[in-house]
């Protein structure tokens, strides 16, 4: 059961559009939201978060939206640049067994971002 | 502030065999996780070690394990390999665990034949 879905595999966009990146989520649970960025052949690099008291957090060109009703999140980049193809992983964090927290991970967008 | 780093970065073994994976975490980062990347089934967590206690496992079988040493570095073990075992296994480190941000090695690229 995927609890962190990321429905789209792919997405492609052109250089100066927005890319939006969408994350969906199945449990009530999830306090904290992440989003990570992956380059071929390396590790993911964390991007940005929020917190689920927040409706959103900006830095600089990367924008998350956290909509808790219809529990979702989305990950906004304005302007795209080529440099921003990559990977996008939505990771969900939550409680769990005590005072252990989890992280639940999406399947992961590959946005391109054309020139 | 070195990143994490992970040995070896490529690994081939035949089915049946036993790998260790090694990750050094970042300086004064004392909790370590790991995860299995396929490209069909995204990131999977396997299990986090906090201050040498294992503290979070996901749903691997037993054949996969790992512990932690004094110093925080982290090996994980795979026994009796098998052709599904086949991924990237990521390393990654912080301070507190699974609950914010988390910093990556480049991973270790297993290839099982």
């Known amino acids: 059961d995927q609890q962190v879905k990321q429905n789209s595999p792919s997405l492609s966009v052109q250089e100066g559009r927005i890319s939006i990146l969408n994350c969906d989520y199945t449990n009530s649970m999830f306090d904290y939201f992440l989003w990570y960025k992956k380059y071929p052949a390396e590790g993911p690099t964390f991007l940005i978060s929020i917190s689920s008291i927040k409706d959103k957090n900006e830095d600089g060109r990367f924008t998350v939206f956290l909509n808790k009703s219809a529990k979702h999140l989305s990950l906004h980049i304005v302007p795209s640049q080529p440099g921003d193809s990559a990977v996008y992983f939505c990771?969900?964090?939550?409680?769990?067994?005590?005072?252990?927290?989890?992280?639940?991970w999406g399947l992961g967008t590959s946005l391109g971002v054309n020139p | 502030k070195a990143g994490v780093t992970q040995t070896p970065r490529y690994l081939i073994k035949t089915r049946g065999q036993q790998v260790t994976l090694s990750c050094s975490p970042i300086s004064g980062h004392r909790s370590v996780s790991w995860y299995q990347q396929t490209p069909g089934q995204g990131l999977q967590f396997l299990f986090e070690?906090?201050?040498?206690?294992?503290?979070n496992k996901g749903n691997f079988p037993g054949r996969f394990s790992g512990r932690q040493f004094s110093n925080s570095r982290s090996e994980m073990n795979v026994s009796t390999l098998e052709l599904g075992d086949s991924a990237l296994y990521l390393c990654?480190?912080?301070?507190?665990?699974?609950?914010?941000?988390?910093?990556f090695g480049p991973g270790t690229r297993l290839t099982v034949t």
């Open positions: 070690y906090f201050s040498e206690t294992q503290r």
């Open positions: 990654a480190s912080s301070t507190w665990g699974q609950v914010g941000e988390q910093y």
């Open positions: 990771a969900a964090s939550l409680l769990h067994a005590g005072n252990n927290r989890k992280l639940i």
